[in-house]
């Protein structure tokens, strides 16, 4: 089982509120993290709990680990539709 980054922000969440799922780009999780400001506004203006995932592949969440992520048996999941499932 490998370790799947992700960040919550839950300064706005309303019992009952609904949850913003933030999903990750092309980079380390920090990078979209700290550089969004839209999704902050809507939670506090939807009383949202905010949950943000780095994308596989990226940052440190390697599915293989960092020298077994990038060999050809590795990267064959990292695809749309792998992605999307």
Request: aromatic share 18%.
């Amino acid at each position: 089982m490998w370790k799947h980054r992700y960040f919550t922000y839950d300064k706005y969440h309303a019992p009952g509120g609904p949850v913003l799922f933030y999903c990750g780009n092309e980079g380390a999780l920090e990078l979209f993290y700290n550089a969004t400001g839209a999704i902050f506004e809507h939670a506090h203006a939807l009383g949202a709990h905010v949950l943000f995932v780095e994308h596989r592949y990226y940052g440190d969440s390697l599915p293989f680990g960092p020298k077994q992520s990038f060999t050809p048996t590795g990267l064959q999941y990292l695809s749309i539709e792998q992605a999307l499932a």
